[in-house]
């Protein structure tokens, strides 16, 4: 099998591992209903209530002072449609995505939500109900699809390369957008030959505009890593064998190396059941770290970890020893994912392992790993930094915490470390608002690491009210300098980005 029919192969099996015979729809229950008298007991639970309709550009009211230099659009994306005909999703990754705009002229702010029209939202609209197996949904009801794209729900994140706006999910393609009006353009092929290949939510912006990324395939048993270049060409690919696939959210890169951290989370084919029930968490095989050289995709090298779980790392950097570093909220297990997210969509609060912001050294050559705690930052998660260190050493990681234990019921402080000083601000929110992830956007007068500002959104629960809530970067515990406030609940999300007009 060459090259090009291995990539053919992988783009066609992607679906094929959605098929199951085992429904988690089981017969008499209904989360809908389980969640609505929910909702009505703990009202923290509208966050994952979830909408039908876009939301239309709306002039927000803007309490307190906004910088005269800060210009440009927020975009976020997140899990949004949680119900689709009878059927509320069993997990709250498996809902449609929705991009939302926020844009900054230097005087006003406006927001905008609007659903990717992906192909999946087309048929499942025309059908009038669900049509197809998603992350953590399947049942005798539901197909699997006859390509990933046609189950893509381009939930996670957004990110504007080359001046495209895309938005991303992990299992398939990219979805191409319209950056203003946020209309869906169609799913992004970087080459005839990477057409339909899981493409995944989180790539990294290299120091000369180049965008690496990767995407896992669990049935054909491979990764793929893209390297594209700053103005949108697909310039190298490779192919990583993995028989056992393990899940993989989140990637680093230094200035010599990609690394991938792969769990000992691996995918078994012959499983039944939703996507996520179909990986084994299997502590005893331990993980291991994927070395990539960046200048040879094809010299790729592993190293033995100890087990864990991982989502999401702030960054990586190579010290002067040759040492990786890298700091990341790191889990025992991924029970966060298995159980607290789907238990969540139908009312039910789940106690579950919280993430510990760790800071990790592993040497390339010797094989030798180390995690120390970075002690303030239990209960962590969405890690972020000033993307211009991306791959260098950072001094400022950003975090979202919460209650230890209480997964993302309860996620309301911004931290920010410091870690060159060694110190910490942060920020609670006020009692009855849950904060989602906030990104470091840069003063533009500015070329000092932590000069600007940390960016994102929040929900008050009680009042039925989102808001976007902007500090300055180095004086967190001050509170929000300005705080911009929607008449209305917009879901909980997940990632989103800045981007400078
Ligand atoms: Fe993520």
Same mark, same amino acid.
Request: aromatic share 10%; proline share 5%; hydrophobic share 35%.
């Given at each position: 099998?060459?090259r090009r029919?291995?990539?053919?192969?992988?783009?066609?099996?992607?679906?094929?591992?959605?098929?199951?015979g085992?429904?988690?729809?089981?017969a008499?229950?209904?989360?809908?209903? &389980?969640?609505?008298?929910?909702?009505?007991?703990?009202?923290?639970?509208?966050?994952?209530?979830?909408?039908?309709?876009?939301?239309?550009?709306?002039?927000?009211?803007?309490d307190?002072?906004?910088?005269?230099?800060?210009?440009?659009?927020?975009?976020?994306?997140?899990?949004?449609?949680?119900?689709?005909?009878?059927?509320?999703y069993?997990?709250?990754f498996?809902?449609d995505?929705?991009?939302?705009a926020?844009?900054?002229?230097?005087?006003?702010?406006?927001?905008?939500?609007?659903f990717?029209?992906?192909?999946?939202?087309?048929?499942?609209?025309?059908?009038?109900?669900?049509? /197809?197996?998603?992350?953590?949904?399947?049942?005798s009801?539901?197909?699997?699809?006859?390509?990933?794209?046609?189950?893509?729900?381009?939930?996670?994140?957004?990110?504007?390369?080359?001046?495209?706006?895309l938005?991303?999910?992990?299992g398939?393609?990219?979805?191409?957008?319209?950056?203003?009006?946020?209309?869906?353009?169609?799913?992004?092929?970087?080459?005839?030959?990477?057409?339909?290949?899981?493409?995944?939510?989180?790539p990294?912006?290299?120091?000369?505009?180049?965008?690496?990324?990767?995407?896992?395939?669990?049935?054909?048993g491979?990764?793929?890593?893209y390297?594209?270049?700053p103005?949108g060409?697909?310039?190298?690919?490779?192919?990583?064998?993995?028989?056992?696939?393990?899940?993989?959210?989140?990637?680093?890169?230094?200035?010599?190396?990609?690394?991938?951290i792969?769990?000992?989370?691996?995918?078994?084919?012959?499983?039944?059941?939703?996507f996520?029930?179909?990986?084994?968490?299997s502590?005893?095989?331990?993980?291991?770290?994927?070395?990539?050289?960046?200048?040879?995709l094809?010299?790729?090298?592993?190293?033995?970890?100890?087990?864990?779980?991982?989502?999401? /790392?702030?960054?990586?950097?190579?010290?002067?020893?040759?040492?990786?570093?890298?700091?990341?909220p790191?889990?025992?297990?991924?029970?966060?994912m298995?159980?607290?997210?789907?238990?969540?969509?139908?009312?039910?609060?789940?106690?579950?392992?919280s993430a510990?912001?760790?800071k990790?050294?592993?040497?390339?050559?010797?094989?030798?790993?180390?995690?120390?705690?970075?002690?303030?930052?239990?209960?962590?998660?969405?890690?972020?930094?000033?993307?211009?260190?991306?791959?260098?050493?950072?001094?400022?990681?950003?975090?979202?915490r919460?209650?230890?234990g209480?997964a993302?019921?309860?996620i309301?402080?911004l931290?920010?470390?410091?870690?060159?000083?060694?110190?910490?601000?942060?920020y609670?929110?006020?009692?009855?608002?849950m904060a989602?992830e906030?990104?470091?956007?840069?003063?533009?007068?500015?070329?000092?690491?932590?000069?600007g500002?940390l960016?994102?959104?929040?929900?008050?629960?009680?009042?039925?009210?989102?808001?976007?809530?902007?500090?300055?970067?180095?004086r967190?515990?001050?509170?929000?300098v300005a705080?911009?406030?929607m &008449?209305?609940?917009?879901?909980?999300g997940?990632?989103?980005?800045?981007?400078?007009?």
């Amino acid at each position: 099998m060459d090259r090009r029919q291995l990539l053919q192969g992988f783009a066609l099996s992607l679906a094929a591992g959605m098929v199951t015979g085992s429904p988690v729809l089981a017969a008499g229950d209904n989360w809908k209903e &389980d969640f609505t008298r929910a909702l009505k007991q703990k009202p923290w639970l509208l966050g994952y209530k979830g909408v039908d309709q876009n939301f239309k550009k709306t002039n927000l009211k803007i309490d307190g002072k906004l910088p005269e230099n800060l210009k440009g659009i927020f975009y976020r994306n997140g899990p949004a449609r949680h119900e689709v005909g009878d059927l509320r999703y069993r997990h709250w990754f498996d809902g449609d995505g929705m991009i939302h705009a926020f844009n900054f002229d230097g005087e006003s702010v406006t927001h905008h939500g609007r659903f990717v029209d992906t192909i999946k939202t087309e048929k499942e609209t025309e059908a009038g109900r669900a049509l /197809f197996q998603t992350f953590g949904t399947a049942g005798s009801s539901l197909t699997s699809g006859c390509s990933a794209d046609e189950v893509n729900v381009a939930n996670i994140s957004v990110i504007k390369h080359n001046g495209e706006l895309l938005a991303l999910w992990e299992g398939g393609s990219a979805y191409r957008l319209d950056g203003e009006t946020l209309e869906t353009l169609g799913l992004k092929t970087w080459t005839e030959e990477t057409a339909g290949l899981p493409f995944s939510a989180h790539p990294r912006v290299d120091q000369d505009g180049t965008l690496w990324n990767f995407g896992y395939a669990p049935i054909f048993g491979a990764l793929i890593v893209y390297r594209i270049s700053p103005t949108g060409q697909l310039i190298d690919r490779a192919l990583v064998q993995k028989p056992a696939t393990p899940m993989v959210h989140d990637f680093l890169i230094t200035e010599n190396h990609l690394i991938l951290i792969l769990p000992p989370y691996h995918f078994d084919n012959a499983s039944e059941g939703a996507f996520v029930d179909r990986f084994n968490w299997s502590p005893e095989k331990g993980g291991r770290a994927l070395i990539i050289d960046k200048n040879n995709l094809a010299a790729q090298h592993e190293i033995e970890l100890p087990p864990f779980w991982v989502f999401h /790392f702030a960054n990586a950097f190579e010290d002067s020893s040759g040492d990786i570093c890298f700091d990341a909220p790191i889990y025992q297990t991924p029970d966060v994912m298995t159980s607290s997210f789907r238990e969540i969509m139908r009312g039910n609060e789940v106690g579950s392992d919280s993430a510990q912001l760790m800071k990790c050294r592993l040497n390339p050559l010797t094989g030798n790993f180390d995690m120390t705690e970075i002690e303030e930052a239990v209960a962590s998660e969405f890690p972020r930094i000033d993307q211009r260190m991306q791959g260098r050493r950072h001094r400022f990681t950003a975090v979202m915490r919460g209650q230890e234990g209480a997964a993302y019921k309860g996620i309301n402080q911004l931290m920010s470390i410091d870690h060159q000083q060694q110190t910490t601000e942060s920020y609670t929110f006020p009692a009855t608002e849950m904060a989602e992830e906030h990104v470091f956007v840069p003063d533009p007068d500015s070329i000092e690491e932590g000069k600007g500002w940390l960016m994102g959104t929040s929900l008050d629960y009680k009042r039925g009210k989102s808001a976007l809530n902007l500090f300055d970067a180095q004086r967190v515990s001050d509170g929000p300098v300005a705080r911009m406030e929607m &008449d209305y609940a917009i879901p909980l999300g997940l990632h989103g980005n800045f981007y400078s007009s």
